[in-house]
């Protein structure tokens, strides 16, 4: 039974919660235990046993006396950790903030499900800084993709502990951070789905940034309606305010350039296949060139990314001092070409930015986007620790297709779609422009079985 309640969709928790088939208590207990029975002590860099627990009886009083909160109530938690939990300090994925002060309160959307009646678990575990794709810190460990059952493969990043919590049924949900794809590449590479909403949409008081510009929050779950659910929550409100959508007639948009160049086979045959089968319920699928999409890695390549920049100026003061030494020397790396992007530079790249995001959304009009969330399988460990050109190549490819989401203001879900080689999950990646929430949510809800298949 210990493992059984982690594993469950949110919506299936509560359902037993709610009708005092579960108590909080003993959920909560089942999850502590779950945790420490299992084998990979990289997932989590904190558990919170002694607040979680308090949390649980909380919740099991308010239920036996007909007070409950809502669907959310007694539904453990994971929180990214980069959150801030009052009491401790928040580190990021490093080791260079451990003596922090710690936080004098929760970050604002704790605060907002901890009023729902969710239970916080622990802090998972994440790349340093939230500044990698790939999910790999040489801190704390690297969680392994649970999905693998032939090598240690990557969890994806920057939330990899919160993406391998799910997978692995520890915790129904945890919440992640996305500023190039940090919540759909693990949701993809783990064969969950992870929500991206549009940036600005969630309160991000208490969340230590990477690029404030890029910036934005999402669950990892087992289902879109988790997602809608926890989304919800986030923003403070007492239900959820997103509701199914027919698939019939609804038009789907799929970029000819830039997101399948060099994807593997596998994916792209998963990709196909569900997509057909969206076209089977009524979907209508366009293709065409986005022509941003180059043109914006052509920004890139003149002015260097603004992920780079902004990450850069956070952290030049840390770079210029003996914290550098403590650091991951591949962020170190990656973070030094920020240097690079002069002012000039940056306010060029934020003029096109705004330029680009106004003539995608002419083009996308009322349609959303559908491409593979990662354009490969995840990959072995190994190999990424020993070589740093093979790690920054990889890292680039993996946040290719997401961070062009980020870069235009978009929100999006990515949804199991099929499996590629070695069975490793395949995500389908659901976008929709700036502040169509709502409409993607909608969507998602009733995509999902399809893009689903028969991925279990």
């Given at each position: 039974?210990?493992?059984?309640?982690?594993?469950?969709?949110?919506?299936?928790?509560?359902?037993?919660?709610?009708?005092?088939?579960?108590?909080?208590?003993?959920?909560?207990?089942?999850?502590?235990?779950?945790?420490?029975?299992?084998?990979?002590?990289?997932?989590?860099?904190?558990?919170?046993?002694?607040?979680?627990?308090?949390?649980?009886?909380?919740a099991s009083r308010r239920l036996r006396e007909g007070r409950s909160l809502g669907l959310l109530d007694g539904i453990p938690i994971a929180w990214k950790d980069l959150f801030d939990i009052e009491g401790l300090p928040t580190t990021a994925g490093s080791v260079v903030l451990g003596g922090e002060a710690p936080a004098e309160r929760d970050a604002a959307v704790v605060a907002f499900l901890r009023q729902a009646g969710m239970v916080a678990i622990g802090r998972t575990n994440m790349s340093e800084f939230a500044f990698s794709g790939l999910g790999i810190n040489p801190?704390?460990?690297?969680?392994?993709?649970?999905?693998g059952t032939d090598l240690r493969r990557i969890p994806g990043g920057s939330s990899s502990g919160a993406g391998v919590a799910v997978a692995a049924g520890l915790v129904p949900v945890a919440m992640g951070t996305d500023t190039g794809g940090s919540v759909r590449i693990p949701a993809a590479l783990n064969g969950i789905v992870g929500y991206k909403a549009t940036r600005g949409r969630?309160?991000?008081?208490?969340v230590y940034p990477l690029a404030?510009?890029?910036?934005?929050?999402?669950?990892?779950?087992?289902?879109?309606?988790?997602?809608?659910?926890?989304d919800a929550a986030m923003r403070g409100l007492t239900a959820p305010d997103?509701?199914?959508?027919?698939?019939?007639?609804l038009e789907l948009l799929v970029p000819e350039n830039v997101v399948f160049d060099g994807a593997e086979p596998g994916v792209i045959a998963a990709f196909e296949a569900a997509l057909e089968r969206l076209q089977k319920a009524g979907v209508h699928v366009a293709r065409a060139v986005i022509p941003a999409f180059d043109e914006i890695f052509d920004l890139m390549t003149r002015y260097g990314p603004l992920v780079t920049a902004e990450a850069f100026a956070l952290h030049r003061e840390r770079l210029a001092g003996p914290d550098a030494d403590r650091m991951d020397?591949?962020?170190?790396?990656r973070t030094r070409l920020g240097s690079?992007?002069?002012?000039?530079?940056?306010?060029?790249?934020?003029e096109a930015r705004s330029r680009l995001i106004a003539e995608v959304e002419r083009l996308v009009g009322h349609r959303l986007l559908a491409f593979p969330t990662v354009a490969h399988i995840a990959p072995p460990i190994g190999p990424l620790e020993q070589d740093d050109e093979l790690f920054f190549a990889t890292n680039n490819k993996t946040l290719r297709n997401t961070a062009l989401g980020n870069f235009l203001d978009w929100c999006g879900v990515s949804i199991p779609c099929g499996t590629g080689e070695a069975g490793m999950p395949v995500g389908l990646l659901l976008s929709a422009t700036a502040r169509r929430d709502e409409v993607l949510?909608?969507?998602t809800l009733a995509a999902e079985p399809v893009v689903r298949g028969d991925f279990a």
């Amino acid at each position: 039974m210990s493992k059984s309640f982690g594993a469950m969709s949110v919506a299936q928790l509560s359902v037993l919660i709610q009708s005092g088939a579960a108590d909080p208590v003993d959920v909560a207990e089942a999850v502590f235990e779950s945790i420490a029975d299992y084998a990979d002590k990289a997932v989590f860099t904190t558990l919170l046993e002694s607040r979680g627990m308090d949390e649980a009886r909380a919740a099991s009083r308010r239920l036996r006396e007909g007070r409950s909160l809502g669907l959310l109530d007694g539904i453990p938690i994971a929180w990214k950790d980069l959150f801030d939990i009052e009491g401790l300090p928040t580190t990021a994925g490093s080791v260079v903030l451990g003596g922090e002060a710690p936080a004098e309160r929760d970050a604002a959307v704790v605060a907002f499900l901890r009023q729902a009646g969710m239970v916080a678990i622990g802090r998972t575990n994440m790349s340093e800084f939230a500044f990698s794709g790939l999910g790999i810190n040489p801190h704390y460990g690297t969680p392994v993709n649970p999905r693998g059952t032939d090598l240690r493969r990557i969890p994806g990043g920057s939330s990899s502990g919160a993406g391998v919590a799910v997978a692995a049924g520890l915790v129904p949900v945890a919440m992640g951070t996305d500023t190039g794809g940090s919540v759909r590449i693990p949701a993809a590479l783990n064969g969950i789905v992870g929500y991206k909403a549009t940036r600005g949409r969630h309160a991000m008081e208490g969340v230590y940034p990477l690029a404030k510009s890029l910036d934005s929050l999402g669950p990892l779950c087992r289902t879109v309606r988790d997602a809608v659910w926890i989304d919800a929550a986030m923003r403070g409100l007492t239900a959820p305010d997103a509701a199914e959508r027919p698939l019939q007639g609804l038009e789907l948009l799929v970029p000819e350039n830039v997101v399948f160049d060099g994807a593997e086979p596998g994916v792209i045959a998963a990709f196909e296949a569900a997509l057909e089968r969206l076209q089977k319920a009524g979907v209508h699928v366009a293709r065409a060139v986005i022509p941003a999409f180059d043109e914006i890695f052509d920004l890139m390549t003149r002015y260097g990314p603004l992920v780079t920049a902004e990450a850069f100026a956070l952290h030049r003061e840390r770079l210029a001092g003996p914290d550098a030494d403590r650091m991951d020397h591949r962020v170190v790396m990656r973070t030094r070409l920020g240097s690079r992007t002069t002012l000039a530079d940056y306010l060029a790249i934020l003029e096109a930015r705004s330029r680009l995001i106004a003539e995608v959304e002419r083009l996308v009009g009322h349609r959303l986007l559908a491409f593979p969330t990662v354009a490969h399988i995840a990959p072995p460990i190994g190999p990424l620790e020993q070589d740093d050109e093979l790690f920054f190549a990889t890292n680039n490819k993996t946040l290719r297709n997401t961070a062009l989401g980020n870069f235009l203001d978009w929100c999006g879900v990515s949804i199991p779609c099929g499996t590629g080689e070695a069975g490793m999950p395949v995500g389908l990646l659901l976008s929709a422009t700036a502040r169509r929430d709502e409409v993607l949510l909608g969507v998602t809800l009733a995509a999902e079985p399809v893009v689903r298949g028969d991925f279990a």
